[in-house]
């Protein structure tokens, strides 16, 4: 992908390469393969209740266990991820589908096949899964952002072309023909992944502060998606007993993908914009928390469109995190099979959770009462128990003067402040390997570089060197420097963690204090740097000095 | 003089021939695919060509697989539902359905995995050669079995020796085109002479294949059945899809000759247009075959 200001748009707009088509055809095998997606187009005899729940817990817990089993090898055995996640996935979805089409052709075995079929199709859509995840973060952020949405955006086209194939032959294409392209595309691209970047190379165990610090800034962000994945777990669990809900979802999931694809696409070609998971919660909240209050109220043979509005907000949400594991990834050099076998884990966790709840209280729950308030009630408490947490809790820990904002009731701590009078604040030792030519601003520098001691998220703990930032928004220059800094990523199309860093090196800190202050590895200081050198096209860090100097 | 009698077969043909537009575009698609894939094949096989073209020629191998493929998906449309898909094969050997069926089955599935292999960083030498010969022989046993499954003797229309003869035909004039079609995708210069050459057995194929039809309506204006005292009487409008297919097909043949001429290659553009006009005469024709279906008993 070219840099230095030009678009991000690849040489082959607006023909899809193979990474953009062969996401797209992993979100339709997603789609008729996960939670039984594929059973619409089997007969009606052969989707019971039985069968359909077999089906779709078997495949659920499967597909969880995959994800936890991927993120705790990604941080024991990362070295593992690296070889045949493409075989992993690609021949358990085809063996899978072809359990449920012999169940149709043997009804003596039909139970034994659906469960088999199950567990083949959770842990093969989940290797899919880590093996596009796994490319789009080895990628520039731009293009592997881009080549995600791309994919996301053409699925719901190829997936409703499904439906114009005689429903014959339509369950045959999934194992015969889209998974083998599929496969084929995810090989092709992952050639061209470079596997020396420090996402690779990094052993996970050597760093475990770092890794544990992930978790930490971005527990919350997971909890978000994860109590929409509650919401659409009840609902998926509506569609045992209703096959009109089962197909709502299906089609919301689909049509929930290429409206966030859509419009993120859309945005980005005419706005700069930082988006997270966090913040997409806070905006679909109310929707979500509305639609599941609604379902006592709405007509049992309307229901199928609040299902169908709650799938596509999680659908929506989920695309979302799939790009922000893939920015982790990048910008702490972390094993990306870590970072999203975390998230995945917490999100299919509340899905189970939701399913089984649901599907329990259909079951338990008389027949004269409506399990719609069992899912309204349920539904909403967990979203706002998310969003509770989202918030911020109920922290009371110590913060500093800079986030207090006009009308906030002020507390100082009385107990530090008799502890530590102004005038007996020591200063920062120099740093002895730092070169930079901007003297009095390092200086200055590393005393305020030294990082806070109570544990505040990652974007407070560089706060003396920048401004508090919001939500993933990009830092507020303080000083001349910073300044500059946000200039030439605006030139050069830097991302915010490449600019911290270059105001870091400017600043003339070495590459294990920069490793200290951000927490992340040594390994990912220098493969930020190497991305910076080269979209500046400088080849030491005193260049970038000079060309910060010669700014006016 | 047109009668009552007329007026019902002629709707009756053209009944029968709206019923079974899958089929028509099976027996379109199909064959051609198949056609193509074995022209490539040998192509692949005896000519002089660098590894950078001929890698890029087996992938766009995909063409005239995809090509079989769609025909072979829109002919499952009259199955109704999955299971009938499997339970279509159990006739093998007894059933023209059920060997046309497999036959097709079994070339796509063999060409399908040697253009998955054609990405493979492995170089195969043994392998792949011999994994083309077997999917191009497969391509040849398709079009055998798709052109003798209109032998049915209770259907006095079609069990002629024309239908197999124009079915080949046909599959020689798609094949043609399409081969070029997928030549001249890959943007590569080709050997001329074997561009010329498919040039050539599409004009051959095209003039046999407009005097087997004709041989073949005129032979049916001398048939009968229980109602109608000329079988031909069906399908009255057969002589025209007769010459505008043939016109079409000429059309076809002669912008890629020009292209060739002009170029000294089928260009990309050309070799399209060429491609979608020959398959849409070939679809014409089927049409008019599918509205002579007439059996004994009508």
Same mark, same amino acid.
């Given at each position: 992908?070219?840099?230095?200001?030009?678009?991000?748009?690849?040489?082959?707009?607006?023909i899809?390469?193979?990474?953009?088509?062969?996401?797209?055809?992993?979100?339709?095998?997603n789609?008729?393969?996960?939670?039984?997606?594929?059973?619409?187009?089997?007969?009606?005899?052969?989707?019971?209740?039985?069968?359909?729940?077999?089906?779709?817990?078997?495949?659920?817990?499967?597909?969880?266990?995959?994800?936890?089993?991927?993120?705790?090898?990604?941080?024991?055995?990362?070295?593992?991820?690296?070889?045949?996640?493409?075989? $992993?996935?690609?021949? %358990?979805?085809?063996?899978?589908?072809?359990? @449920?089409?012999? &169940? !149709?052709?043997? *009804? +003596?075995?039909?139970?034994?096949?659906?469960?088999?079929?199950?567990?083949?199709?959770?842990?093969?859509?989940?290797?899919?899964?880590?093996?596009?995840?796994?490319?789009? $973060?080895?990628e520039? %952020?731009?293009?592997?952002?881009?080549?995600l @949405?791309s994919? &996301? !955006?053409?699925? *719901? +086209?190829?997936?409703?072309?499904?439906?114009?194939?005689?429903i014959?032959?339509?369950?045959?294409l999934?194992?015969l023909?889209?998974?083998?392209?599929?496969?084929l595309? $995810?090989?092709?691209?992952?050639?061209?992944?470079?596997?020396?970047?420090?996402?690779?190379?990094?052993?996970?165990?050597?760093?475990?502060?770092?890794?544990?610090?992930?978790?930490?800034?971005?527990?919350?962000?997971?909890?978000?998606v994860?109590?929409?994945?509650?919401?659409?777990?009840?609902?998926?669990?509506g569609a045992?007993?209703?096959?009109?809900?089962?197909?709502?979802?299906?089609?919301?999931?689909?049509?929930?993908?290429?409206?966030?694809?859509?419009?993120?696409?859309?945005?980005w070609?005419?706005?700069?914009?930082?988006?997270?998971?966090?913040?997409?919660?806070?905006?679909?909240?109310?929707?979500?928390?509305?639609?599941?209050?609604?379902?006592?109220?709405?007509?049992?043979?309307?229901?199928?469109?609040?299902?169908?509005?709650?799938?596509?907000?999680?659908?929506?949400?989920?695309t979302?995190?799939?790009?922000?594991c893939?920015?982790?990834?990048?910008?702490?050099?972390?094993?990306?099979?870590?970072?999203?076998?975390?998230?995945?884990?917490?999100?299919?966790?509340?899905?189970?959770?939701?399913?089984?709840f649901?599907y329990?209280?259909?079951?338990?729950l008389?027949?004269?009462?409506?399990?719609?308030?069992a899912?309204?009630?349920?539904?909403t408490?967990?979203?706002?128990?998310?969003?509770?947490?989202?918030?911020?809790?109920?922290?009371?820990n110590?913060?500093?003067?800079?986030?207090?904002?006009?009308?906030?009731?002020?507390?100082?701590?009385?107990?530090?402040?008799?502890?530590?009078?102004p005038?007996?604040r020591?200063?920062?030792?120099?740093?002895?390997?730092?070169?930079?030519?901007?003297?009095?601003?390092?200086?200055?520098?590393?005393?305020?570089?030294k990082?806070?001691?109570?544990?505040?998220?990652?974007?407070?703990?560089?706060e003396?060197l920048?401004?508090?930032?919001?939500?993933?928004?990009?830092?507020?220059?303080?000083?001349?420097?910073?300044?500059?800094?946000?200039?030439?990523?605006?030139?050069?199309?830097?991302?915010?963690?490449?600019?911290?860093?270059?105001?870091?090196?400017?600043r003339?800190?070495?590459?294990?204090?920069?490793?200290?202050?951000?927490?992340?590895?040594?390994?990912?200081?220098?493969?930020?740097?190497?991305?910076?050198?080269?979209?500046?096209?400088?080849?030491?860090?005193?260049?970038?000095?000079n060309?910060?100097?010669?700014?006016? | 003089?047109?009668?009552?009698?007329?007026?019902?077969?002629?709707?009756s043909?053209?009944?029968?021939?709206l019923?079974?537009?899958?089929?028509?575009?099976?027996?379109?698609?199909?064959?051609?695919?198949?056609?193509?894939?074995?022209?490539?094949?040998?192509?692949?096989?005896?000519?002089?060509?660098?590894?950078?073209?001929?890698?890029?020629?087996?992938?766009?191998?995909?063409?005239?697989?995809?090509?079989?493929?769609?025909?072979?998906?829109?002919?499952?449309?009259?199955?109704?539902?999955?299971?009938?898909?499997?339970?279509?094969?159990?006739?093998?050997?007894?059933?023209p359905?059920?060997?046309?069926?497999?036959?097709?089955?079994v070339?796509?599935?063999c060409?399908?995995?040697?253009?998955?292999?054609?990405?493979?960083?492995?170089?195969?030498?043994?392998?792949?050669?011999?994994?083309?010969?077997v999917?191009?022989?497969?391509?040849?046993?398709?079009?055998?079995?798709?052109?003798?499954?209109?032998?049915?003797?209770?259907?006095?229309?079609?069990?002629l020796?024309?239908?197999?003869?124009?079915?080949?035909?046909?599959?020689?004039?798609?094949?043609?085109?399409?081969?070029?079609?997928?030549?001249?995708?890959?943007?590569d210069?080709?050997?001329?002479?074997?561009?010329?050459a498919?040039?050539?057995?599409?004009?051959a194929?095209?003039?046999?294949?407009?005097?087997?039809?004709?041989?073949?309506?005129?032979?049916?204006?001398?048939?009968?059945?229980?109602?109608?005292?000329?079988?031909?009487?069906?399908?009255?409008?057969?002589?025209?899809?007769?010459?505008?297919?043939?016109?079409?097909?000429?059309?076809?043949?002669?912008?890629c000759?020009?292209?060739?001429?002009?170029?000294?290659?089928?260009?990309?553009?050309?070799?399209?247009?060429?491609?979608?006009?020959?398959?849409g005469?070939?679809?014409?024709?089927?049409?008019?075959?599918?509205a002579?279906?007439t059996?004994?008993?009508?």
């Amino acid at each position: 992908m070219a840099n230095n200001g030009t678009s991000p748009l690849p040489k082959s707009w607006p023909i899809p390469n193979e990474a953009v088509l062969g996401y797209a055809l992993y979100l339709v095998i997603n789609a008729t393969s996960l939670w039984g997606g594929v059973f619409p187009f089997f007969p009606a005899d052969f989707h019971t209740e039985q069968t359909t729940f077999a089906f779709e817990i078997t495949q659920s817990i499967s597909f969880l266990a995959a994800f936890l089993a991927t993120a705790i090898g990604a941080y024991r055995y990362p070295q593992f991820l690296r070889r045949s996640l493409i075989v $992993a996935g690609g021949v %358990p979805l085809s063996v899978g589908a072809f359990c @449920l089409i012999a &169940a !149709l052709y043997l *009804p +003596v075995f039909k139970m034994a096949f659906v469960v088999a079929g199950g567990i083949l199709l959770g842990v093969g859509g989940a290797g899919f899964s880590f093996a596009w995840q796994r490319y789009f $973060a080895a990628e520039e %952020p731009e293009a592997g952002n881009f080549y995600l @949405l791309s994919g &996301a !955006l053409i699925a *719901p +086209v190829i997936f409703f072309c499904l439906y114009v194939v005689p429903i014959a032959v339509r369950v045959y294409l999934v194992p015969l023909i889209m998974v083998p392209l599929c496969g084929l595309c $995810a090989v092709l691209s992952t050639r061209r992944i470079d596997f020396s970047q420090s996402q690779f190379e990094d052993v996970p165990r050597e760093h475990p502060r770092v890794y544990l610090r992930v978790i930490q800034d971005h527990w919350r962000s997971a909890l978000a998606v994860g109590a929409l994945g509650f919401a659409s777990g009840m609902v998926r669990a509506g569609a045992i007993s209703d096959i009109s809900m089962g197909d709502a979802t299906n089609i919301a999931s689909m049509i929930g993908t290429g409206v966030a694809a859509g419009l993120m696409l859309g945005l980005w070609m005419h706005r700069t914009y930082a988006i997270d998971s966090e913040r997409v919660f806070l905006v679909l909240f109310p929707i979500a928390a509305i639609c599941l209050l609604a379902f006592p109220l709405v007509p049992a043979n309307h229901l199928f469109v609040m299902a169908g509005i709650v799938y596509m907000i999680f659908t929506f949400a989920f695309t979302v995190m799939l790009l922000q594991c893939a920015q982790i990834s990048r910008d702490r050099g972390v094993n990306q099979g870590f970072v999203f076998g975390f998230f995945g884990s917490i999100v299919y966790t509340f899905q189970n959770v939701g399913f089984i709840f649901g599907y329990a209280s259909h079951m338990a729950l008389p027949v004269s009462v409506d399990d719609s308030f069992a899912t309204a009630l349920a539904g909403t408490f967990v979203l706002a128990l998310a969003l509770y947490f989202v918030r911020g809790g109920a922290r009371t820990n110590d913060v500093s003067a800079s986030v207090f904002r006009p009308d906030d009731v002020e507390f100082r701590a009385m107990k530090s402040a008799a502890q530590n009078p102004p005038e007996s604040r020591k200063d920062a030792e120099p740093d002895e390997t730092s070169t930079s030519a901007v003297k009095p601003a390092r200086k200055n520098a590393e005393i305020q570089e030294k990082p806070d001691q109570q544990s505040l998220p990652l974007e407070r703990s560089v706060e003396p060197l920048l401004d508090e930032p919001s939500h993933g928004d990009a830092p507020k220059a303080r000083d001349r420097i910073s300044l500059r800094c946000k200039e030439l990523q605006e030139r050069y199309r830097l991302t915010n963690r490449e600019t911290e860093i270059m105001e870091a090196i400017v600043r003339g800190n070495s590459v294990a204090r920069i490793a200290e202050i951000f927490f992340i590895s040594e390994n990912t200081v220098r493969t930020h740097s190497k991305h910076i050198y080269r979209k500046l096209d400088v080849h030491r860090r005193q260049d970038i000095i000079n060309m910060i100097d010669k700014m006016c | 003089m047109i009668t009552l009698d007329t007026i019902i077969g002629v709707g009756s043909g053209i009944s029968h021939a709206l019923d079974q537009l899958s089929l028509a575009l099976f027996t379109t698609t199909a064959p051609s695919g198949s056609f193509a894939f074995i022209l490539l094949a040998i192509y692949l096989l005896f000519a002089k060509i660098d590894d950078q073209a001929r890698r890029r020629l087996d992938h766009y191998l995909v063409i005239p697989i995809a090509v079989a493929l769609v025909g072979l998906i829109a002919s499952t449309n009259h199955l109704g539902k999955p299971a009938n898909s499997l339970y279509v094969l159990t006739g093998v050997g007894r059933s023209p359905l059920s060997n046309e069926v497999l036959a097709s089955v079994v070339f796509a599935g063999c060409a399908w995995i040697r253009w998955l292999l054609g990405y493979s960083s492995r170089p195969m030498k043994r392998f792949k050669p011999l994994l083309l010969v077997v999917a191009a022989f497969s391509g040849v046993i398709q079009i055998w079995f798709t052109s003798s499954a209109y032998s049915i003797p209770t259907v006095v229309s079609w069990n002629l020796a024309f239908t197999q003869v124009n079915q080949v035909l046909a599959a020689a004039m798609g094949g043609s085109m399409l081969a070029a079609c997928t030549l001249a995708a890959t943007k590569d210069a080709h050997s001329r002479s074997f561009e010329k050459a498919l040039v050539a057995i599409a004009a051959a194929a095209c003039v046999a294949a407009i005097v087997s039809q004709s041989l073949q309506y005129i032979k049916m204006e001398t048939l009968s059945s229980g109602l109608l005292s000329s079988v031909a009487s069906i399908a009255p409008f057969y002589p025209i899809c007769i010459a505008v297919s043939g016109a079409i097909a000429f059309g076809s043949i002669v912008l890629c000759s020009l292209s060739l001429r002009k170029n000294d290659l089928v260009t990309r553009r050309s070799g399209i247009v060429s491609c979608a006009l020959m398959l849409g005469a070939i679809f014409i024709i089927r049409f008019g075959f599918y509205a002579l279906y007439t059996t004994a008993g009508i």
